[in-house]
């Protein structure tokens, strides 16, 4: 049971993920505490993905363990649908190319989850999602399809949809990176924004700028190994070498 005052956390230790005979994930053991946000960087090709994905099983991992409140999965072990759901109710993907149903207006796309998964009544979950809309300027489109939006605005719609069912976390993989730099600078403004008021948020990125403004906490991964964990200001100070060698790498934007 959960214990009030408790912090809440998800957490994951030994994560071990293969593809083949290739060995992404090569025990990964990591906290992300509630109402922070955790970035995770590393090299092109080091497994953030896979292990963002590993958090909401749409990778699933050949084992290790993750504990999100009372829910204990062991991946070495069947996870049951009920565990799958558990977890995906607990959890909110944003995706790079923002992935929205075409075929459905913008006011369709954000309440589809509500209504249909989650059984929110469909009066609800319009009058939610049109707060969504009216707080990132776009509710004049809610009857719009989304071929009739920029990238930057469907990516607005897609971080909408991912509040919409009210999540404990959201996942985020490179959410800007194939936006335009003003596209771009308006989502991060939205995420440092939805960061201040407490959203859990676990974010892939590469633009270290953001993980410099947003980030509570940042895991560095290289090689499917994590490099380093821990607070924000220690990793720009860091004297790791990898880690300045990496920070020298990439250019701040
Ligand atoms: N479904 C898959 N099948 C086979 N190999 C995969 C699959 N998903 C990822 N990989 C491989 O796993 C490795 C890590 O991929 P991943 O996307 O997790 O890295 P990343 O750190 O997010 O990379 P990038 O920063 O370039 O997006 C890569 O070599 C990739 O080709």
Redesign the pocket.
Known sequence: MYERGRELMLKINEIKKS??K?A?LKGISAKFPQGKTTVIV????????????SLDML?TPDSGTLDFDDLHLDFAKPISNKENKELRDKTSMVFQNWNLFPNLTILKNITASPIFVHHVAKEQAETNAHNLLKEVGLDEYADAYPDELSGGQQQRISICRALAVKPEYILL??PTSALDPESEMMILKMLERLAKEGQSMIM?T?NMQFAKDAADKILF?EN?EVEFDGAKDAFFSQSSIRVKEFLQGISLK
């Open positions: 593809f083949g290739k992404v590393g090299p092109s090709g080091s497994g953030k993905t896979t292990l963002l994905r990778v993989d490179e892939v590469h991964v499917g």
